[in-house]
């Protein structure tokens, strides 16, 4: 299988934001603020994967993670992953946060701890999916980056 990593230009969006929605994440927003999008493409140049991280200086949030149906299980979410924790420590990134209703467990594998959402910074919280998008009822998780990507 030919599957090629790189970040996403403007114009993908509708795409992206398309896979969101059949994974029921939110995308209503991905057009109206700066995130930086990593995505999987197939041999025909279609996008069947994405992950995201909208930028605070030393703090981002990730977002936007999914990998169509039809290509799950072949690794494809993972090498995404490693791909943006990769971007966002040269981007000066040094703790990850994310909102979760499903993965949980996924992410706690990956070194993602649980918080209480009243400890995450005031740049996260006032985020649109902080705030708005992501129900109060998702777990509130943070990673500290360091060079180990796994």
């Not at 149906?69 to 994310?98: C, M, P, V, W």
């Amino acid at each position: 299988m030919n599957i090629t990593y790189r970040m996403a230009d403007k114009a993908e969006l509708p795409v992206i934001a398309d896979l969101l929605t059949k994974n029921k994440l939110p995308a209503s927003d991905i057009t109206d603020i700066p995130v930086d999008f990593i995505i999987a493409t197939d041999a025909n140049n279609q996008v069947i994967g994405s992950i995201a991280v909208e930028r605070f200086e030393r703090d981002g949030l990730l977002r936007s993670f999914a990998v169509d149906e039809a290509y799950r299980d072949q690794k494809i979410g993972s090498s995404l992953f490693d791909r943006l924790i990769a971007y966002s420590l040269r981007s000066g990134i040094t703790n990850l946060h994310l909102l979760t209703s499903t993965a949980e467990k996924y992410f706690a594998a990956k070194g993602f701890v649980v918080l209480n959402r009243e400890e995450a910074p005031a740049s996260i919280k006032s985020t649109t999916e902080f705030s708005q998008l992501c129900p109060s009822s998702s777990a509130y998780m943070k990673r500290v980056l360091t060079n180990n990507i796994s």
